[in-house]
């Protein structure tokens, strides 16, 4: 039977829960991205100066929240990569006990909200072993993001040409080799876009964690809105901060995908 | 002779559409057969089913004294001598020209860095690429590309090759140059399976024509025989159609 070539595709996948990341076309000095980032950071220099209290107080506060919040985040992301890539290949595996867990898995997590998740996980470890704070709210935040990762690497090993795994075993290449040397280096390039923009994701809502005690810079921002009752002015610098952050991300992430896709393959 | 490829009372249904039908068909060592038959005939399943890309319903395939189609054989053994080259290619797009020859027999031969190499690049030279060894596909021409996927095949040595449409992607201008890597093989003494439609080939090479027609094996003959006088009215009827 004759095969229809269909001329090769690239594949995007889009997820928008992250932050925007933008485009290529965006050169204007007033692009969305510059008025954020540029008025956030704006604002953080400008309100320290005409307000020195609260604002400088505040901002002398919580930098030891924002390395915690870099410490889940870069913790649980890089957790979340090993568990997704596990997930991802669990879902198309032939094998028919793997897939159903890899799916079982996925299901439940995405049917869970990530603030009961990271509760559950918490209180449900406590029973076992006592885990210090950190290490409870990165072990949920792995698991959950493990799941959603999962979807993208399966998602992305999927938009690879049937052709490609075809020819692999053909030469004589185990599923697996196939895999490893040929499938996978070539969804790197797929995945990438949207795992940056899952990072981003779980930067943002990294924040949940501060219900475990863990003083992250949300946590750090309510602290001193406790002690000070400056809850509106605190919240503004933590908001700030967090958009800076995000912004500088999505902006990292889409020079990295320009510089991929410059390079060729 | 032993023959090299043997098809015996080959079926395969995909659902309800039956692809093969009973076919049989035996290769000799260095026989180049050229299948020839309507698109979804079943040419292209049937070369498929011969390093088990596809499964047989029933039937058997052997090639020498291994069987394909059992299945406690090991067919990742018998794909190693069983060269393929695809319609659409198929090249690693990450990969160089040199490093695609190169990654079988690295992975599954665990040739040492300098013998693949050496003979990637003597491939490459078959093929008369020698100068695009550092290309990507996405560099190469369509003809370029196919005849890498061939020195990739090459590169596992096989006993056997399969061409399944290896030029019905390319422009007119690029077919010449596949067909003449095809020719010289089959002067070398591959073994050879070619589902095609291209007559110079059939010409300057084949020894064997097939003509299949919905998933049978409708006849075989010398090319000579086949074209100019075919026995059976269902061939008649297609090589007016192509001719």
């Not at chain 1, 609260?54 to 985040?73: A, H, M, N, Q």
């Not at chain 2, 309507?38 to 020498?64: A, F, V, Y």
Request: aromatic share 8%.
């Amino acid at each position: 039977m004759a095969e229809i070539t269909e001329p090769r595709r690239e594949t995007r996948i889009e997820v928008s829960d992250g932050a925007l990341i933008p485009g290529k076309g965006e050169k204007s000095a007033f692009s969305a991205w510059r008025i954020s980032f540029f008025g956030a950071l704006a604002l953080l220099v400008i309100l320290p100066i005409v307000h020195p209290n609260p604002y400088t107080e505040i901002l002398l506060f919580i930098p030891d929240g924002v390395l915690k919040t870099f410490e889940v985040t870069l913790l649980s992301i890089a957790f979340a990569l090993v568990v997704g890539l596990i997930t991802g290949i669990g879902r198309i595996s032939r094998i028919r006990i793997i897939n159903r867990i890899a799916t079982i898995y996925v299901e439940i997590i995405r049917g869970i909200p990530l603030l009961v998740q990271i509760f559950y996980i918490y209180y449900a470890l406590g029973k076992i072993v006592q885990v210090p704070d950190i290490m409870a709210a990165v072990i949920a935040m792995t698991v959950c993001y493990g799941a959603y990762l999962g979807e993208i690497f399966r998602a992305g090993i999927q938009s690879i040409h049937r052709g490609q795994m075809e020819a692999a075993i053909a030469l004589g290449l185990t599923r697996g080799q196939a895999l490893r040397r040929v499938i996978l280096p070539q969804t790197v390039r797929v995945v990438l876009p949207p795992l940056g923009n899952e990072f981003i994701a779980l930067l943002k809502d990294s924040s949940l964690v501060s219900i475990l005690a863990v003083s992250d810079l949300l946590r750090r921002g309510r602290e001193y809105a406790s002690k000070t009752f400056y809850y509106f002015e605190s919240l503004t610098v933590v908001a700030l901060v967090y958009l800076v952050m995000t912004l500088f991300f999505s902006r990292l992430v889409a020079l990295m995908e320009e510089r991929m896709n410059k390079r060729g393959r | 002779m032993e023959d090299r490829v043997r098809i015996i009372d080959a079926c395969k249904n995909f659902g309800k559409v039956v692809a093969l039908r009973n076919a049989t068909l035996s290769v000799k060592p260095g026989e180049v057969v050229l299948v020839i038959g309507p698109s979804g005939s079943g040419k292209s399943t049937m070369l498929r089913c011969i390093n088990r890309l596809e499964h047989l319903t029933s039937g058997q395939i052997w090639i020498d004294d291994d069987q394909v189609t059992d299945h406690a054989s090991d067919i990742r053994k018998i794909r190693e001598e069983v060269g393929m080259v695809f319609q659409s290619f198929n090249l690693f797009p990450h990969l160089t020209a040199l490093e695609n020859i190169t990654l079988a027999p690295r992975v599954v031969k665990k040739a040492p860095d300098k013998e693949a190499v050496g003979l990637g690049r003597s491939l490459l030279a078959r093929v008369g690429l020698s100068e695009k060894e550092s290309s990507y596909p996405e560099q190469l021409s369509g003809g370029q590309q196919q005849r890498v996927a061939i020195a990739r095949a090459l590169a596992m040595s096989p006993k056997v090759m399969l061409f399944d449409e290896p030029t019905s992607a390319l422009d007119p201008e690029m077919i010449k140059e596949v067909l003449d890597v095809m020719v010289e093989l089959a002067r070398e003494g591959m073994t050879m399976l070619v589902v095609s439609h291209e007559m110079g080939f059939a010409r300057a090479a084949a020894h064997t024509v097939v003509f299949m027609d919905n998933g049978e094996i409708i006849e075989r003959g010398k090319p000579d025989d086949i074209f100019t006088n075919p026995k059976e009215e269902r061939t008649q009827r297609f090589l007016k159609h192509i001719l």
